[in-house]
Nanobody, 124 residues
Framework: QLQLVESGGGLVQPGGSLRLSCAASGRTFSNYFMGWFRQAPGKEREFVAVISWSGGRTYYADSVKGRFTISRDNAKNMVYLQMNSLKPEDTAVYSC?????????????????WGQGTQVTVSS
């Protein structure tokens, strides 16, 4: 079993930055591909970013490419999402998730473990 807990959400102005963190415990963290998803009220859950076991491969949704960066520190059992140049459209609950392979990395149902989510609000 793997437990995930997100933190770092909050209120930020358009153009600002936030860094989300996800702490993992219970299993060998480095065995999992780690992803970030987000869901706004009335919207479907959407893929944001994913990072491979060692951090050597990353994939991003087109809507966040060039603005968001995913990273991980396996020694600390942590994964991060650095969000820059934030837009009101980025407002959502952000959740981290874990899966055992790269296959289906952008599909929420392919992930077996989820955190509780953290709210990000981008508004002036």
């Amino acid at each position: 079993q793997l437990q995930l807990v997100e933190s770092g959400g909050g209120l930020v102005q358009p153009g600002g930055s936030l860094r989300l963190s996800c702490a993992a415990s219970g299993r060998t963290f480095s065995n999992y591909f780690m992803g970030w998803f987000r869901q706004a009220p009335g919207k479907e859950r959407e893929f944001v970013a994913v990072i491979s076991w060692s951090g050597g491969r990353t994939y991003y949704a087109d809507s966040v490419k060039g603005r968001f960066t995913i990273s991980r520190d396996n020694a600390k059992n942590m994964v991060y999402l650095q969000m820059n140049s934030l837009k009101p459209e980025d407002t959502a609950v952000y959740s981290c998730a874990a899966k055992s392979s790269e296959y289906g990395y952008s599909v929420a149902s392919a992930y077996g473990y989820w955190g509780q989510g953290t709210q990000v609000t981008v508004s002036s």
